[in-house]
């Protein structure tokens, strides 16, 4: 992990430096709140191409999705050993043929998991006297006191929820905040999940195990995030909490400008471009029909309209 946590460091120094440069104080709490955010940013920048790749893998495990029952439908009761990698290997064919990746699809999630337990890590170790004294990573002995002597709202960066409720007395500033945080982490985790299945996918993909992967996913998220919710630093919060805010974001504009062919966002996308008389997404615009261009000849008497004849007196 030391690699993750020296680069973590690096871009915490690197900004909270800047913040101070432009008047912000350089022990409070809000500019390592600020310097955790911007770190959120340039991680969730750095993995724009692998969720590109997630939406595409996302796509294509949705399109698949007919072609995967059936496959299904086709082993369903055979339990043995042979019909069980007969289906393996037909369904990793399928995969290659459609070039759909299923670990793909939760890529960008996985990634960001260095990033999250260096975080972790770092924040766990603010406290220890000799890095009080030698500084952690790239951050100098002084920023990792100020770090670990910052607060926001009267909460340490680096308290936690269950300890906090188990002190006598019972420190009820951090378990409020936390408390908030973790159901903001949770709520817009489950809002994306919420988001992507009622809107983002094909009908095709609303049944079978890809739609129950989805629900399972809908579910278990949020509450992995309230079981380590309670048992993550103010720092680690605000780290997943801003992610959680960026990934929804950024998967609502996908689902609002670039949706999955045949989802209800698709439907609703078309409405939109007809109402402005702009054709359907992914429609290929038609043909104009080309009109003969003019040669230049001179075409003789048939260049010019015919004159009728005047009758004689």
């Known amino acids: 992990m030391w690699p993750f946590t020296w680069a973590v460091s690096f871009i915490l120094s690197t900004f909270h430096g800047l913040l101070t440069a432009v008047g912000m104080d350089f022990n409070s709490g809000w500019n390592w709140v600020m310097s955790i955010v911007l770190l959120v940013l340039v991680i ?29 439908a086709k082993y369903k009761g055979k339990k043995d050993p042979v019909s069980r990698q007969q289906m393996a290997q037909e369904q990793q064919a399928l995969f290659k043929k459609h070039n759909v990746n299923p670990f793909m699809t939760c890529l960008p999630l996985l990634a960001q998991m260095p990033i999250f337990f260096a975080l972790f890590w770092m924040l766990n170790r603010m406290r220890e006297p000799q890095n009080q004294a030698e500084g952690y990573g790239a951050l100098s ?29 019972t420190r009820w500033d951090v378990v409020i905040l936390t408390s908030i945080m973790i159901v903001a982490m949770v709520a817009t985790q489950f809002f994306t999940q919420k988001q992507l299945m009622s809107k983002n996918m094909s009908e095709a993909a609303l049944t079978g195990q890809f739609a129950q992967t989805q629900k399972m996913m809908l579910y278990v998220l949020p509450l992995v995030f309230v079981v380590g919710g309670v048992n993550f630093p103010v720092g680690v919060l605000v780290y997943w909490t801003a992610t959680n805010f960026w990934t929804m974001g950024q998967q609502w504009w ?60």
């Open 141 to 169: 002995p002084a920023e990792v006191q100020s770090f670990d002597g910052s607060e926001i709202f009267g909460v340490g960066m680096s308290d936690i929820f269950l300890p906090a409720f188990s002190e006598d007395p």
């Open 254 to 313: 996908v689902i609002r400008n670039n949706p999955t062919p045949g989802s209800l966002a698709e439907k609703e996308l078309n409405l939109r471009r007809a109402a402005r008389g702009l054709p359907p997404f992914n429609e290929a615009p038609k043909p104009v029909a080309e009109q003969p261009k003019p040669t230049g000849k001179h075409l003789g008497q048939t260049s010019q309209p015919a004159k009728k004849k005047k009758r004689k007196k």
């Open 44 to 72: 969730r920048i750095i993995l724009i191409p692998l969720f590109v790749k997630q939406i595409k893998s996302q796509r294509g495990m949705q399109i698949i999705q007919p072609e995967v029952q059936k496959l299904q």
